[in-house]
Structure formats: C-alpha cells, structure tokens
C-alpha cells in the first residue's frame, strides 16, 4: 500500500514539478544587460517585473527598461512589454522628451544574443560628433 501510495504522489507532483523548473528557468531571458559593441549602445531591461529605475531619470519611475547609449547620457525608455513567448516580446519606447516614440520587438536568438527590431513610429537615434545617427532596423545584442 505504501509503494503505491508513494508511486501515486510520484506521478501527481512530477507535471508540477517540471512546470515550475521550466517556469524558473525562462525567468530570466528578458532580464539583465544587453550590449551591442557595434554602436557602443546598451539596454538594461526587466520585462518581467518591469521595475528599472533610470539613472538621473528617477523621475519617470520604474519602467521596462531602456536603451542608453555608452557616449551620451539620453535614453530611449521602456514604457511597456509584453511577452509574447520563450523568444519574442513586444516593447513600446519613447524618447526621454517624450516627442517620439515607437514600437518595437525584441527576439532571442539564443541564450546570449538578442534582436532589437524597430517597427512602427519614429527611428531611434543617438549623438555622435554633434550629430543624430539613425540606428539601424535591426540591433543585435549580446546578454552580459
């Protein structure tokens, strides 16, 4: 009685067992430090609790995320995502003024590299020599 009592329990718990490993490990893809050496720009994104504090920009509060550029101090903020799946979120982002914005999606390639495709809406740019430069459609960013 107590072999099959055990078996039972077994094979109840096994299924929630697997889910909350599966839940655990996908729990961080959208999560962390994201950096593309090609353009020396970053992004810092959280799109699971999406509580990321901008640095001297605490006044807009906790957002998604952002895109930051290494040679300048503005951002391109995170005002929402959306999880899609295990690869693909979908991002709304504005400008630190506020006066542009777009939508976008972010794909996972694999567990260290990412896509930033810019869809709708403005063209995110950075400064470079006193100049706007057009990011490219699409980024690609490695996970650090």
Same mark, same amino acid.
């Given at each position: 009685?107590?072999?099959?009592?055990?078996?039972?329990?077994?094979?109840?718990?096994?299924?929630?067992?697997?889910?909350?490993?599966?839940?655990?490990?996908?729990?961080?893809?959208?999560?962390?430090?994201?950096?593309?050496?090609?353009?020396?720009?970053?992004?810092?994104?959280?799109?699971?609790?999406?509580?990321?504090?901008?640095?001297?920009?605490?006044?807009?509060?906790?957002? !998604?995320?952002?895109?930051?550029?290494?040679?300048? $101090?503005?951002?391109? %903020?995170?005002?929402?995502? #959306?999880?899609? *799946? @295990?690869?693909? !979120?979908?991002?709304?982002?504005?400008?630190?003024? $506020?006066?542009?914005? %777009?939508?976008?999606?972010? #794909?996972?390639? *694999? @567990?260290?590299?990412?896509?930033?495709?810019?869809?709708?809406?403005?063209?995110?740019?950075?400064?470079?020599?006193?100049?706007?430069?057009?990011?490219?459609?699409?980024?690609?960013?490695?996970?650090?």
């Amino acid at each position: 009685m107590r072999k099959l009592l055990f078996l039972f329990f077994t094979i109840c718990c096994l299924p929630m067992m697997a889910q909350a490993q599966k839940n655990d490990a996908d729990s961080t893809s959208f999560k962390g430090y994201l950096y593309n050496k090609e353009y020396n720009v970053y992004l810092q994104i959280d799109f699971y609790h999406q509580n990321v504090i901008v640095p001297r920009q605490e006044v807009y509060g906790e957002m !998604a995320g952002y895109f930051g550029d290494c040679q300048d $101090g503005r951002k391109w %903020l995170f005002t929402s995502a #959306t999880i899609k *799946n @295990d690869h693909i !979120a979908e991002i709304e982002i504005i400008n630190d003024y $506020g006066s542009e914005d %777009l939508k976008a999606t972010l #794909t996972k390639v *694999n @567990d260290s590299t990412f896509v930033l495709h810019q869809g709708e809406g403005s063209t995110i740019k950075i400064a470079r020599n006193r100049k706007w430069v057009k990011m490219p459609k699409d980024l690609t960013f490695s996970k650090r």
